[in-house]
């Protein structure tokens, strides 16, 4: 008797212990579950204008040097510079703004050349509907823009005028018909002469399709990608 309840005894326990253990592995299969489950901004940003005007600072970027947050702001016309903007936030992770102005340009190609011209020659600055809210915390701002008559849209100076960038390397790029930068890079340097301007990306609009590789080297050359 006494050896039955030994063994009856080894068996419960043994028993209690296989319990335990698969118990102890049930949920590795969903572990794995929410490796996705963050999503750019750049896919939120999906709204109306009025959604757009913030920039989404919900992420803890950071620059694969670990010298702080990144922000791309980019204005965009026709959409070309949105959509590589957006291609250098997908690359990056970082935090994605878009510069409106209150009055908005007309969708008519030649009337906007005409307000873009009108605008040069007057200086002016676009009063911007949209502002960043914590500009201090990125320590790298990638700035995006259409070349217009030569230059920069004049919004471009709103912003630089509207922001402090001293102590931040700026990294600006362009599209363009076929004039290149222009010298905008130097502009936005006599503008913040206390930020740190890298060497501006170029991008035609006939190659937009295959800027892919220029934008890489380009981020990886500046340190912002390994």
């Known amino acids: 008797m006494i050896k039955k309840n030994g063994k009856l005894v080894a068996v419960l326990l043994m028993v209690f212990i296989m319990a335990f253990a698969l118990a102890g592995c049930g949920n590795t299969e969903t572990a794995g579950q929410n490796d996705n489950s963050q999503t750019s901004v750049a896919e939120k940003d999906t709204g109306s204008d009025e959604t757009k005007q ?4 919900s992420n803890d970027n950071t620059s694969s040097q670990g010298e702080g947050k990144i922000l791309v702001a980019y204005f965009s016309h026709s959409g070309n510079t949105k959509g590589i903007a957006e291609d250098i936030q997908e ?5 994605i703004f878009e510069i409106t102005t209150v009055n908005k340009y007309s969708s008519d190609y ?6 873009a011209k009108a ?9 911007l509907s949209s ?12 700035i995006g823009f259409p070349i217009w008559w030569g230059d920069m849209p004049m ?10 960038l001293s102590g931040k390397t700026v990294l600006p790029f362009c599209t363009h018909g076929g004039s290149g930068l222009c010298g905008t890079d ?28 220029d934008i890489d080297k380009w981020l990886k050359d500046n340190g912002v990608v390994k």
């Open 110 to 115: 030649n009337t906007v050349l005409d307000e």
């Open 91 to 95: 690359k990056t992770g970082a935090d």
């Open 155 to 164: 919004a471009l100076y709103s912003f630089l005028d509207e922001y402090e």
């Open 54 to 57: 913030q920039a989404d600072t």
């Open 131 to 142: 502002k960043v809210e914590d500009m201090e915390q990125y320590q790298t701002v990638i």
């Open 119 to 127: 605008e040069q020659s007057d200086n002016a600055r676009p009063e």
């Open 186 to 213: 130097k502009n936005i340097q006599q503008e913040e002469k206390d930020a740190k301007v890298a060497d501006g990306l170029a991008i035609s609009d006939s190659s937009l399709n295959d800027a892919g590789e």
